[in-house]
């Protein structure tokens, strides 16, 4: 199975900040590496596929890259509705999802 | 417009059988390249995807639930339905569906509210 670490578990930033986020893979994976984004008491939503392709409707402040063992999501300005748990989610063994990070206020 | 809804149980005994039943509108699962899976999420803790079936009756498992854990369609009633035996505590949680479409690179799309299942005596 492959498995995803992500770090660090949790960051504290500011509105207008840049947030880099890790996903790193046990294997190497191509890009078949997926990022969502989730609320507390709702449910995941997918912002980015491919390791680097934007969801529709997703604004163009997320960003992602990577291929292989390592992935990056960036959020070049941190905007209130962005505080949240990201989880990474890999599909090229089977699929599984990281243990998150929890993106909150400074 | 794709949208999917989890029914079932919200309580159930350690040893059950949980049935959950997704359904769905917006799109058909006869169509080519369409796909339904089941994520759970324990309360505080990370997501963990269980199945997957596509629109050709091609089943996905994760491997550490194999066993216990089956999903069919239903194209004719637009619903997907997940069972899970001999529930323990652990199997709390909240349990969503959510669309697929074929192929390596996709994610889950779009995804139900979930249905929170606590397993207690």
């Known amino acids: 199975d492959v498995q995803l670490t992500q770090f660090p578990s949790s960051l504290s930033a500011s509105v207008g900040d840049r947030v880099t986020l890790t996903c790193r893979a046990s294997q190497r994976i191509s890009n078949y590496l997926n990022w969502y984004k989730q609320k507390a008491g709702r449910a995941p939503k997918l912002l980015i596929h491919?390791?680097?392709t934007l969801q529709t409707g997703v604004p163009s402040r997320f960003s992602g890259s990577g291929s292989g063992t390592d992935f990056t999501l960036t959020i070049s300005s941190l905007q209130p509705e962005d505080f949240a748990t990201y989880y990474c989610?890999?599909?090229?063994?089977?699929?599984?999802f990281g243990p998150g990070t929890k993106v909150d206020v400074k | 417009q794709i949208t999917l809804r989890e029914s079932g149980p919200t309580l159930v005994k350690p040893t059950q059988t949980l049935t959950l039943t997704c359904s769905f509108s917006g799109f058909s699962l006869s169509a080519s390249g369409v796909g339904v899976g089941w994520i759970r999420q324990p309360p505080g803790k990370a997501l963990e995807w269980l199945a997957l079936i596509y629109w050709n009756d091609d089943k996905r498992y994760n491997p550490s639930l194999k066993n216990r854990v089956t999903i069919t369609k239903d194209t004719s009633k637009d619903q997907v339905v997940l069972t899970l035996t001999n529930m323990d505590p652990e199997d709390t949680a909240t349990y969503f569906c959510?669309?697929?479409?074929?192929?390596?690179?996709?994610?889950?799309?779009?995804w139900g509210q979930g249905n929170l299942v606590t397993v207690s005596s």
């Open positions: 491919a390791a680097s």
């Open positions: 959510a669309h697929r479409t074929f192929g390596l690179l996709s994610g889950f799309d779009h």
């Open positions: 989610q890999q599909s090229f063994g089977g699929i599984t």
